[in-house]
């Protein structure tokens, strides 16, 4: 199994990224995908989570009304489209796959290596 994000880099404060996670070597409509964060001497957070098929989606309050979580099953693609960034957005965001929508990071058991997003202020 390979997860690959991408899509990072160094943006303002206001502004926007997309991140995109390529999946290979799963079933990837059979499984549930979900964006993590993990900032500097700070513990992995969960960002936002969808379902096998798109229909549910969870959000960490923090980025509520301002990430969108989607996926493409044909293409075997999950997206994170970020607006309106603060500086504490930055971290290094994991895209992941787990058999359930939940928050924990323990039921995700696929990981990405990771890309890097900084938002100056």
């Known amino acids: 199994v390979q997860l690959h994000a991408s899509g990072g880099g160094f943006v303002q404060a206001g502004g926007s990224l997309r991140l995109s996670c390529t999946a290979s070597?799963?079933?990837?409509?059979?499984?549930?995908m979900g964006w993590f964060r993990q900032a500097p001497g700070k513990e992995r957070d969960f960002v936002t989570a969808i379902s096998r098929r798109g229909g549910s989606t969870d959000y960490a309050d923090s980025v509520k009304g301002r990430f969108t979580i989607s996926r493409d099953n044909a293409k075997n693609m999950l997206y994170l489209q970020m607006n309106s960034l603060k500086p504490e957005d930055s971290a290094v965001y994991y895209c992941?796959?787990?058999?359930?929508?939940?928050?924990?990071?323990?039921?995700?058991?696929?990981w990405g290596q990771g890309t890097e997003v900084t938002v100056s202020s």
């Open positions: 070597g799963l079933a990837f409509g059979s499984r549930v």
């Open positions: 992941a796959s787990g058999r359930s929508l939940t928050q924990s990071t323990s039921a995700y058991g696929y």
